[in-house]
């Protein structure tokens, strides 16, 4: 049992993402129901309506305020469900709360599970989408009052986000957000990466509007814009980013074929240095290809662990059958392949014409090709 005490932080037991904390008779009924069909949550409530089979059900029982407990629950757990009135809740986490960007989803539910309210964290913590799971799992009503969510327009900092885009700035979240939500002119510019990011049954708004050039949204004057692309924009362009945000989609393929021993920093340099000389930008990489006896070269995968990236690799055999525009008797000596780094991109991203077909430096060969869009 947790023994919440003021001086330090409740020692509790992760074992899930998202936790359920109930203090009530009907909330602890109500959270061992949920707890049976939201599986991937974690379940505390007050000792004092102990039934007997909390160990077997792994059930964390705790006495003293829930105020002590939540700052633990806080650092822990990607969404926190709480079966105690809205009131409260607002009291209780707002001396611990911090940034949009690192607090967790809170999602509150009444006594009775008749309304299920997505209280903090809506977009980035995930709550939105946690109220409406919820909701059906107990046959509840959803609240859900963020404007863009309410509206069926584009949530402006998940644009993107179950593609894994990411922004290069979230200085002007704010204020393009403030333009969607308010109906405003709104230019999108897509150069690469997922089309399906309009997931509402209803058409786009018509005053957010698909244009073809960054150089042609320019012209449109809009209140705000969205860029997807993985380039680096030019000076001119830049003046589009006034008030807006440029999205990164996960589209880059880097191929690698190297020495063996070959240390992460000579290939990390290499990689960043290349993508830099095509303009390119770092956070569009999707993945790292290479052929299979390279597959467990430390030097490459100190690199992938860094930076997150995927990290495939091909049988000299399907190598070969991949267009090569320069094949080396040498490689096929040492490898079975008459190249690595330039078909492995082939190979991944589907591209007829590569960004890079392949350059040399020092003990690394890299070829660089971008997913069609």
């Given at each position: 049992m947790i023994e919440l005490k003021e001086e330090e932080l409740a020692p509790i037991k992760q074992s899930h993402s998202y936790a359920i904390v109930a203090i009530t008779k009907h909330g602890v009924e109500l959270s061992r129901k949920l707890h049976t069909v939201f599986t991937n949550s974690d379940l505390y409530y007050m000792s004092k309506f102990e039934k007997g089979d909390e160990e077997h059900r792994q059930v964390?029982?705790?006495?003293?305020?829930?105020?002590?407990?939540?700052?633990?629950?806080?650092?822990?757990?990607?969404?926190i469900i709480l079966i105690i009135s809205l009131g409260a809740v607002?009291?209780?986490?707002?001396?611990?709360?911090?940034d949009k960007k690192t607090d967790p989803g809170i999602v509150v539910i009444d006594d009775k599970g008749e309304n299920v309210i997505s209280v903090l964290s809506g977009h980035l913590g995930g709550a939105n989408e946690l109220t409406k799971e919820v909701a059906a799992a107990l046959d509840a009503k959803a609240i859900i009052t963020t404007a863009s969510d309410v509206q069926k327009t584009i949530p402006v900092d998940l644009f993107g986000s179950r593609f894994g885009w990411v922004w290069d700035s979230a200085e002007k979240l704010t204020p393009v957000s403030a333009s969607v939500v308010?109906?405003?002119?709104?230019?999108?510019?897509?150069?690469?990466?997922?089309?399906?990011w309009w997931t509402y049954e209803i058409p786009l708004p018509e005053q957010i509007v698909v244009y073809p050039s960054i150089d042609g949204a320019l012209q449109a004057k809009p209140k705000a814009a969205l860029v997807v692309t993985h380039r680096q924009l030019s000076q001119t362009e830049n003046r589009i980013l006034e008030n807006g945000i440029?999205?990164?989609?996960?589209?880059?393929?880097?191929?690698i074929g190297c020495n063996r021993g070959t240390s992460a920093?000579?290939?990390?340099?290499?990689?960043?240095?290349t993508v830099a000389e095509l303009k390119f930008s770092l956070k569009s990489v999707k993945a790292i290809c290479t052929i299979s006896i390279k597959k467990d070269e430390i030097g490459l995968l100190e690199v992938v662990q860094k930076y997150g990236w995927e990290f495939v690799y091909y049988e000299p055999k399907e190598l070969n059958q991949a267009k090569i525009e320069a094949p080396s008797d040498t490689v096929y000596k040492y490898?079975?392949?008459?190249?690595?780094?330039?078909?492995?991109?082939?190979?991944?991203?589907?591209?007829?014409q590569l960004e890079l077909v392949k350059k040399k430096s020092g003990n690394v060969t890299i070829s660089v090709g971008v997913i069609p869009f």
């Open positions: 964390q029982l705790f006495s003293g305020s829930v105020r002590m407990l939540l700052p633990a629950l806080f650092k822990q757990y990607k969404g607002v009291r209780m986490i707002a001396p611990i709360l911090k308010n109906e405003e002119h709104v230019a999108i510019v897509q150069e690469s990466g997922e089309q399906n440029v999205y990164r989609p996960k589209v880059i393929a880097i191929g920093a000579e290939i990390e340099q290499v990689i960043v240095e490898t079975g392949a008459y190249g690595v780094s330039e078909p492995a991109v082939r190979i991944y991203t589907g591209a007829e």
